[in-house]
């Protein structure tokens, strides 16, 4: 009978990785495989356990589960390249020798996911962590408790469970969890936690990636197509009801720009709330628990003027936040800290110069967009500040690019994945020399030294 205790747990996964097995190419693509084999027959269940926590209409869902589905792809089709030895040039001292950089698997690694995005924060790390031919252990949010079980179930069904195992529970099993020696860890969560984690990390010298969120700005320019813009960053507060850590979080425009933009929301939310409500609306999400609801209903309870959206249609009791768009003042309870919901403030500013400055007066941002139709508006944002990532005349979507590694800077996190990177992640990159038994550099190398002109 395997033990089933976190410690027997982390026993029988190093024991497996010490077989070796992980490492071998067929074992990784044979665990890919049946990745992307659970993802297919366990979809129905999924998207079943997506609505049942967040309230989530399917293509919201699909939305979530293709891009695991597609980065399970990437890899697989990516894997003969990513495991093959990088050749380096020549050194002219080393000579005749071969430099590569091969990489090899971290080890087993520990993947703690938070609730927003409850299955690809789960599998998206595991993916680059069994590509590299490590052992994992996946501690899913117990917030999204329906998902949770999803992984608790799906999971071992279909992947090697000498090498994979799913530990479900809350803070107590986290923290039993930390006290571990892991060869990675790998925490998608808010930046509290994060420092826990670091913590406990830093006790083995073990290495973390930290996922996490943060305020991400928008500016609006006055050349921004505003229907598109307005249209973009409500369809980005509707997405899993504004739970998106690269979701728009606040927006900064100027004063000649406001007034377009705020027609232009109007217009826009009129197309997807027609009755001027989103409560009966089939395709919007809801908050995941009462505590959330709540916390953002007090955001929201001394607004005096709303542009969309009424706070007057909040029903805590459904966990229904409609999407408000407001304008505030710096001071705001709105721009404390990550909003983390579908409540959009508009602070309107002089120039394009003060949001730099009030962007770069606070934390790096997970993500930064901009609405204009200028080269060197865009380019000036860009090169004045600091994020994660960056969007031009879109919000959000960069995250799904299998091109672009995703993480954050500052206090938005430490380290990347997606695509190539998730690989690249979950790998040692070991320096490796050949050389033979002919000696070039014998008459400089040994003792006793003769001074050389080759050495000057
Ligand atoms: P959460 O409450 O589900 O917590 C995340 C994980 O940390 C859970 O597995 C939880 O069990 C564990 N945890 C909680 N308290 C702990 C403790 N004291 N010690 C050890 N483990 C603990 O999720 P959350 O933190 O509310 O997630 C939302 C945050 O995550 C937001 O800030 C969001 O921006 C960020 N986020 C970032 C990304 C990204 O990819 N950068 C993605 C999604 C969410």
């Known amino acids: 009978m395997a033990d089933s205790s976190i410690q027997g747990i982390y026993d029988a996964l190093k024991s497996f990785e010490r077989t070796r097995e992980p490492r071998s190419i067929e074992w990784r693509r044979a665990q890919l495989k049946a990745l992307k084999h659970m993802l297919s027959a366990e979809k129905d269940g999924a998207l079943k356990a997506l609505k049942e926590d967040l309230g989530r209409c399917d293509t919201e869902s699909i939305m979530e589960y293709s891009t695991i589905v597609s980065d399970v792809s990437h890899i697989l089709s990516h894997l003969p390249s990513l495991v093959a030895p990088q050749s380096v040039e020549r050194a002219m001292l080393h000579w005749p020798c071969e430099a590569s950089i091969v990489t090899e698997p971290l080890g087993t690694v520990l993947i703690i996911s938070p609730w927003n995005y409850p299955l690809s924060l789960a599998l998206q790390p595991l993916v680059g962590a069994l590509a590299a031919g490590n052992c994992a252990v996946i501690k899913p949010s117990e917030v999204a408790t329906a998902c949770e079980k999803w992984l608790v179930e799906a999971v071992p069904r279909y992947l090697d469970k000498r090498a994979v195992a799913v530990v479900p529970g809350g803070v107590e099993v986290s923290t039993e969890l930390l006290k571990l020696h892991w060869d990675h860890i790998f925490y998608t969560g808010n930046s509290v936690v994060a420092r826990i984690v670091m913590r406990a990390a830093a006790e083995h010298l073990t290495p ?179 994020s994660g990532g960056a969007a031009c005349n879109d919000v959000i979507v960069h995250l799904s690019h299998t091109g672009l590694p995703f993480g954050g800077v500052g206090e938005s996190g430490m380290g990347n994945y997606h695509g190539d990177q998730s690989y690249h992640t979950f790998s040692h990159h070991r320096s490796v020399l050949k050389k033979g038994s002919i000696e070039t550099d014998k008459m400089l190398r040994y003792p006793p030294y003769k001074h050389s002109k080759m050495l000057d």
């Open 208 to 386: 973390v990636t930290l996922e996490l969120g943060g305020k991400s700005p928008v500016v609006v320019a006055n050349d921004a197509d505003m229907r598109s813009a307005a249209r973009k960053l409500l369809w980005g507060k509707h997405l899993n009801c504004g739970q998106t850590c690269v979701g728009p979080d606040y927006v900064l425009t100027t004063p000649d720009a406001f007034e377009p933009l705020s027609a232009a929301f109007k217009a826009e939310y009129a197309k997807i709330a027609p009755s001027g409500d989103l409560k009966e609306s089939k395709d919007y999400p809801r908050i995941i628990n009462h505590r959330h609801t709540e916390r953002l209903a007090g955001l929201v309870a001394e607004l005096p003027e709303t542009i969309v959206g009424s706070t007057s249609d909040i029903d805590v009791e459904a966990k229904y936040i409609p999407i408000i768009v407001a304008k505030v003042d710096k001071t705001h309870p709105l721009m404390d800290g990550e909003i983390f919901g579908p409540i959009l403030p508009i602070i309107v500013v002089d120039s394009i110069d003060e949001s730099i400055d009030y962007i770069n007066s606070r934390d790096k941002p997970l993500a930064l967009y901009a609405f204009t139709k200028s080269k060197k508006t865009w380019a000036k944002i860009l090169g004045s500040t600091s």
